[in-house]
C-alpha cells in the first residue's frame, strides 16, 4: 500500500489528482483500484494511455483486480499498432492527440455504466503532456472534471509529479476536490 492512506478515501463526487514517483506509480494504481473495485464495489472506466489494453489487463489480473467491472478506454493500443479484435471491453481510440474524440467516448462510456458507484481513473495525465501541449490538457482536464462533477463520477486522475510543469500542476489543483502526493522511496 502506498504510504498516504488517504488515496481510498474518496468522497461522493471527489476528483483526486494524486502525484506519484515512478517507483510508486503501479503499487499506487493497484491500491486505488483493490479498494474501489473489490472492497468499495465501483464500477470502473479506466483511460489507459501509458499501457495498452492488453498488457494492462495482464497486470491488473496479477495483482489481484478482476477486470469484469473495469471498462477501458485505451489510446495507446493503435498507436503502437497492437492488435485489438475481438474486445467488448475496451473502446480502442485513434491516438493520444485525439482529445474531442476521447471525451466523447468518457461522456458515452460514462452514460452507459451499470450502477450508482461509478469511478473514472485516468492513467495518466502527464503522458497526455507528451503528445499534447500543456494548455490543450489544461482546457480537455477543466471539461473533463466539470463533467465528471456533473454526472456525480468518482474521479481519480494520475500523474507522475515529476513530468508536470509547477504551472500546470497549479492550474489542475484549482479543478480537484484533493491533490495526493505519493512519494516515491
Not at 18 to 36: C, Q, R
Amino acid at each position: 500500500m502506498p504510504d498516504n492512506p488517504n488515496l481510498i478515501f474518496i468522497e461522493d463526487g471527489e476528483i483526486v489528482l494524486i502525484l506519484t514517483s515512478a517507483e510508486k506509480y503501479l503499487s499506487t494504481t493497484t491500491t486505488i483500484l483493490k479498494s474501489m473495485l473489490n472492497e468499495k464495489g465501483y464500477k470502473c472506466l479506466y483511460v489507459t494511455i501509458n499501457r495498452p489494453y492488453k498488457v494492462l489487463v495482464n497486470i491488473l489480473k496479477k495483482n489481484g483486480i478482476p477486470t469484469e467491472n473495469i471498462f477501458f478506454i485505451d489510446l495507446i493500443s493503435r498507436l503502437t499498432r497492437t492488435a485489438v479484435d475481438g474486445v467488448s471491453d475496451c473502446l480502442f481510440i485513434e491516438s493520444p492527440e485525439s482529445l474531442t474524440e476521447l471525451s466523447i467516448a468518457i461522456s458515452e462510456s460514462v452514460k452507459n455504466m451499470p450502477g450508482d458507484k461509478k469511478l473514472m481513473f485516468l492513467d495518466s495525465l502527464s503522458t497526455l503532456l507528451v503528445y499534447n501541449q500543456s494548455g490543450t490538457v489544461t482546457k480537455f482536464a477543466h471539461f473533463l472534471f466539470s463533467k465528471m462533477k456533473t454526472e456525480g463520477v468518482e474521479t481519480i486522475i494520475l500523474s507522475l509529479e515529476k513530468e508536470m510543469e509547477e504551472k500546470m500542476t497549479d492550474q489542475i489543483a484549482m479543478f480537484v476536490d484533493k491533490v495526493i502526493k505519493v512519494n516515491g522511496e
